[in-house]
């Protein structure tokens, strides 16, 4: 069945760097647009990043715009979020989704802290 797997999420300093990964298996990967999205404690799930399905535009949320880079392998089925200059305000937990027409699958997430 579809499946997505995040990893790389750390402990950071402020003004760190992390590159998270999602995994996708059980689906044409190539097919899906993928995004990342970000949850802080207390807080409501929040859109950071998105890429269509070639890889060909992306776009970003504005507080991580200029630091974030959100980038594709269609070989490998994994999408990837580079994190530069990470504040304290980026620590959340972070998820991938995936969606093409009506369908939209999750992974289960991985915590990013940035804190000194």
């Known amino acids: 069945q579809p499946q997505l797997v995040e990893s790389g999420g750390a402990l950071v300093q402020p003004g760190g760097s992390l590159r998270l990964s999602c995994a996708a298996s059980g689906f044409t990967f190539s097919l899906y647009d993928m995004s990342w999205y970000r949850q802080a404690t207390g807080k409501e799930r929040e859109l950071v990043a998105v890429?269509?399905?070639?890889?060909?535009?992306?776009n970003y949320a504005d507080p991580v715009k200029g630091r974030f880079t959100i980038s594709r392998d269609n070989a490998k089925n994994t999408v990837y979020l580079q994190m530069n200059s990470l504040k304290p305000e980026d620590t959340a937990v972070y998820y991938c989704?995936?969606?093409?027409?009506?369908?939209?699958?999750w992974g289960q997430g991985t915590q990013v802290t940035v804190s000194s």
């Open positions: 890429i269509t399905s070639n890889g060909g535009r992306s």
């Open positions: 989704r995936a969606f093409w027409r009506s369908l939209v699958y």
